[in-house]
């Protein structure tokens, strides 16, 4: 969903953090057995509709180099 702001204070580690500066933090869709085209379809709306996947970028090394696009159809 997004990322913590950058002016967070880091809290000390007990025993690992569980917020920070930029920590990303996410949102999940649930639902019942054989409903994946649904939650797939409200991720890629939700997706669509908000482009925060695109606000941040990770380290270049996660960056993936290959797109579905790439491989659909090949």
């Known amino acids: ?6 002016n967070l204070e880091v809290p000390q580690a007990t025993p690992t953090r569980s917020n920070g ?3 990303p933090f996410g949102l ?3 639902g019942t057995a054989w409903s ?3 939650l ?5 709306a939700y997706e669509q509709a ?3 996947r695109l606000m941040r970028l990770a380290y270049k090394e ?3 180099l290959t797109q579905l696009k790439d491989v659909i159809g090949k």
């Open 40 to 44: 797939i379809s409200y991720a890629f």
């Open 28 to 30: 999940t869709f649930i």
């Open 62 to 64: 996660a960056i993936p």
């Open 1 to 6: 969903m997004g990322f913590q702001p950058d």
């Open 36 to 38: 994946e085209f649904k």
């Open 21 to 23: 500066p930029g920590v």
């Open 50 to 52: 908000t482009h925060t």
